[in-house]
C-alpha cells in the first residue's frame, strides 16, 4: 500500500459529514468500483457533479491536454479559455458576462453581491433585502446560509446576517407580501434540490418573473445542481417561457467533476461589478476551463438533453408504478427531469442502506426524501437496473416494518 501512514482512519478527518462506510477507487460511466471490489450504480453522481458519468473519454482528455501546457496564471492576465467557455454559455443563455469560481457557494457569493451593487449604482443603496425560500439550499458560506435560512446550518455561528428574508416556495403571495422599498433580489432555486426535489411550474416561474420585473428587483437563479442538462433542458428555467433572470449561478456538472461554479449576469444586472468589485485567485484557471469547456460542450448537445429527457421519462413512469405498489413505503415522487426525489414513509437513511446492499446509490433530502441524481448518461438499461435495485430496497423496508 501506497499513501499517508495512517490511512485507513478518519481520525483527522473534520467530522461534519456523516459517511457511509464505503470508498471507491474507480469509476466508468454511471459505475462506481469500491475499495473492496464491488460495483455500484451511481445515482448520486457526487451530488449532481459528474453529469457526464466517470472517467468520461472527453473530459479525461481534455484534463490530460491542459495539464501538459498551463494549469494557473491569475485573472490578473487575459484567460483565452475562459473568454472561450464564458462566450458559450452567454450564447446558450440570458447573460452578457459571466465571473468563473471555484464553487457553488462563491457563484451564489458573486450572485448576492452583484445584486446589492446593482441598486447601489443606481442610487437606491437600502435595497439591500435578498428574499430567499424556506427548504432552500444555497451553500455553506455566512451570506449562503443566511439566504437559505436553514435553522440547522445557522445554528451557533451568531446573529443572522441583516437583509434575507424567506417565502414559502410555490407561494407567489408569499413573495409578495415580502416585496417593499428595501427589496434587493428574489434567490430561487428553480427546482429546490436538497430540498427534496421540489419544482416550481412554469406559471409559477413566468410569474415570479413577472412580479420582480414590475418591481425592479432583481432575479436571481440558483442552478447550480438543476441547472445544466439535469431537468432535460439546458437550464430549469428554460422550461418556462418567459422567465430568464436577471442572474444565475450554476456550479456542479459544470465542471463534470472539476471544482468549477460560475456566476452569470446581463449587462445591465451586472453594472455595478467594475474594476476591483470582485475576485478570486484560483476562479477560472486554464485548467478548470479547459476541463469545463468539454463538460458544457458534451451537456449542451441536444441528443444529451434528449436522451434525459427520454431517460426521466421511463423513470418517472416506472416510480409512479413503485409508489403504486408499496404505498406503505413510498409517499411520493416528485422533481423535474433526473433530479428525482422519493419521499418516504420509512426514515430515508435507513432507505439509502436498503439501497445500497442492492448496490445501488441515491442521495438524500429533505422532507425524508431520497434523490436520485444519475449522471446524464445513464442508460434506459441501467435505469431499469435502477427501478429493479429500488424495488428489492422498497421489498426490505416493508419487511423490515414487518418485523
Ligand atoms: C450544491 C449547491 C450549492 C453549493 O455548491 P458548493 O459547490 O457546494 O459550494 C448551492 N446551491 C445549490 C442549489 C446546490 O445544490
Given at each position: 500500500?501506497?499513501?499517508?501512514?495512517?490511512?485507513?482512519?478518519?481520525?483527522?478527518?473534520?467530522?461534519?459529514?456523516?459517511?457511509?462506510?464505503?470508498?471507491?477507487?474507480?469509476?466508468?460511466?454511471?459505475?462506481?468500483?469500491?475499495?473492496?471490489?464491488?460495483?455500484?450504480?451511481?445515482?448520486?453522481?457526487?451530488?449532481?457533479v459528474?453529469?457526464?458519468?466517470?472517467?468520461?473519454?472527453?473530459?479525461?482528455?481534455?484534463?490530460?491536454?491542459?495539464?501538459?501546457?498551463?494549469?494557473?496564471?491569475?485573472?490578473?492576465?487575459?484567460?483565452?479559455?475562459?473568454?472561450?467557455?464564458?462566450?458559450?454559455?452567454?450564447?446558450?443563455?440570458?447573460?452578457?458576462?459571466?465571473?468563473?469560481?471555484?464553487?457553488?457557494?462563491?457563484?451564489?457569493?458573486?450572485?448576492?453581491?452583484?445584486?446589492?451593487?446593482?441598486?447601489?449604482?443606481?442610487?437606491?443603496?437600502?435595497?439591500?433585502?435578498?428574499?430567499?425560500?424556506?427548504?432552500?439550499?444555497?451553500?455553506?458560506?455566512?451570506?449562503?446560509?443566511?439566504?437559505?435560512?436553514?435553522?440547522?446550518?445557522?445554528?451557533?455561528?451568531?446573529?443572522?446576517l441583516?437583509?434575507?428574508?424567506?417565502?414559502?416556495?410555490?407561494?407567489?403571495?408569499?413573495?409578495?407580501?415580502?416585496?417593499?422599498?428595501?427589496?434587493?433580489?428574489?434567490?430561487?432555486?428553480?427546482?429546490?434540490?436538497?430540498?427534496?426535489?421540489?419544482?416550481?411550474?412554469e406559471?409559477?416561474?413566468?410569474?415570479l418573473?413577472?412580479?420582480?420585473?414590475?418591481s425592479?428587483?432583481?432575479?436571481?437563479y440558483?442552478?447550480?445542481?438543476?441547472?445544466?442538462?439535469?431537468?432535460?433542458?439546458?437550464?430549469?428555467?428554460?422550461?418556462?417561457?418567459?422567465?430568464?433572470?436577471?442572474?444565475?449561478?450554476?456550479?456542479?456538472?459544470?465542471?463534470?467533476?472539476?471544482?468549477?461554479?460560475?456566476c452569470?449576469?446581463?449587462?445591465?444586472?451586472?453594472?455595478g461589478?467594475t474594476?476591483?468589485?470582485?475576485?478570486?485567485?484560483?476562479?477560472?484557471n486554464?485548467?478548470?476551463?479547459?476541463?469545463?469547456?468539454?463538460?458544457?460542450?458534451?451537456?449542451?448537445?441536444?441528443?444529451?438533453?434528449?436522451?434525459?429527457?427520454?431517460?426521466?421519462?421511463?423513470?418517472?413512469?416506472?416510480?409512479?408504478?413503485?409508489?403504486?405498489?408499496?404505498?406503505?413505503?413510498?409517499?411520493?415522487?416528485?422533481?423535474?427531469?433526473?433530479?428525482?426525489?422519493?419521499?418516504?414513509?420509512p426514515?430515508?437513511?435507513?432507505?439509502?442502506?436498503?439501497?445500497?446492499?442492492?448496490?445501488?446509490?441515491?442521495?438524500?433530502?429533505?422532507?425524508?426524501?431520497?434523490?436520485?441524481?444519475?449522471?446524464?448518461?445513464l442508460?434506459?438499461?441501467?435505469?431499469?437496473?435502477?427501478?429493479?435495485?429500488?424495488?428489492?430496497?422498497?421489498?426490505?423496508?416493508?419487511?423490515?416494518?414487518?418485523?
Amino acid at each position: 500500500m501506497t499513501g499517508p501512514s495512517h490511512a485507513g482512519s478518519n481520525d483527522h478527518i473534520l467530522g461534519v459529514y456523516n459517511r457511509a462506510p464505503l470508498a471507491f477507487e474507480r469509476g466508468e460511466g454511471s459505475r462506481l468500483y469500491s475499495t473492496d471490489g464491488e460495483a455500484y450504480l451511481d445515482c448520486v453522481a457526487g451530488i449532481a457533479v459528474d453529469a457526464l458519468g466517470h472517467a468520461h473519454p472527453k473530459l479525461v482528455a481534455a484534463l490530460k491536454a491542459q495539464g501538459e501546457k498551463l494549469w494557473h496564471v491569475s485573472n490578473i492576465y487575459r484567460i483565452p479559455e475562459q473568454e472561450a467557455l464564458a462566450a458559450a454559455l452567454c450564447e446558450a443563455t440570458f447573460a452578457d458576462v459571466v465571473f468563473f469560481t471555484n464553487s457553488g457557494t462563491e457563484a451564489v457569493e458573486c450572485a448576492l453581491k452583484t445584486a446589492r451593487k446593482y441598486h447601489y449604482v443606481n442610487g437606491q443603496p437600502e435595497r439591500i433585502d435578498v428574499i430567499g425560500f424556506a427548504g432552500s439550499f444555497h451553500g455553506r458560506s455566512y451570506a449562503a446560509v443566511n439566504a437559505s435560512g436553514n435553522a440547522a446550518y445557522l445554528e451557533g455561528f451568531g446573529p443572522r446576517l441583516p437583509g434575507f428574508l424567506q417565502a414559502t416556495f410555490g407561494d407567489l403571495d408569499s413573495v409578495k407580501a415580502l416585496f417593499g422599498p428595501t427589496t434587493a433580489a428574489v434567490l430561487v432555486e428553480p427546482v429546490q434540490g436538497e430540498g427534496g426535489a421540489r419544482a416550481l411550474d412554469e406559471a409559477q416561474l413566468n410569474a415570479l418573473r413577472e412580479l420582480c420585473s414590475e418591481s425592479g428587483v432583481l432575479l436571481i437563479y440558483d442552478e447550480i445542481q438543476c441547472g445544466l442538462g439535469r431537468t432535460g433542458r439546458l437550464f430549469a428555467h428554460d422550461w418556462a417561457e418567459n422567465a430568464a433572470p436577471d442572474i444565475m449561478c450554476v456550479a456542479k456538472a459544470l465542471g463534470g467533476g472539476f471544482p468549477v461554479g460560475a456566476c452569470l449576469a446581463t449587462t445591465e444586472a451586472a453594472k455595478g461589478m467594475t474594476v476591483g468589485a470582485h475576485g478570486s485567485t484560483y476562479g477560472g484557471n486554464p485548467l478548470a476551463m479547459a476541463v469545463a469547456s468539454a463538460a458544457f460542450e458534451e451537456i449542451a448537445k441536444p441528443e444529451t438533453l434528449a436522451h434525459v429527457r427520454e431517460v426521466a421519462g421511463y423513470l418517472g413512469q416506472q416510480l409512479a408504478g413503485l409508489k403504486d405498489r408499496y404505498p406503505d413505503i413510498v409517499a411520493d415522487i416528485r422533481g423535474k427531469g433526473l433530479l428525482i426525489g422519493i419521499q418516504l414513509i420509512p426514515n430515508n437513511r435507513e432507505f439509502m442502506n436498503l439501497a445500497r446492499e442492492q448496490k445501488l446509490l441515491i442521495a438524500g433530502g429533505g422532507e425524508n426524501c431520497v434523490r436520485l441524481l444519475p449522471p446524464l448518461v445513464l442508460t434506459l438499461d441501467e435505469a431499469r437496473e435502477a427501478v429493479e435495485k429500488l424495488e428489492k430496497a422498497c421489498e426490505a423496508a416493508r419487511r423490515r416494518a414487518a418485523a
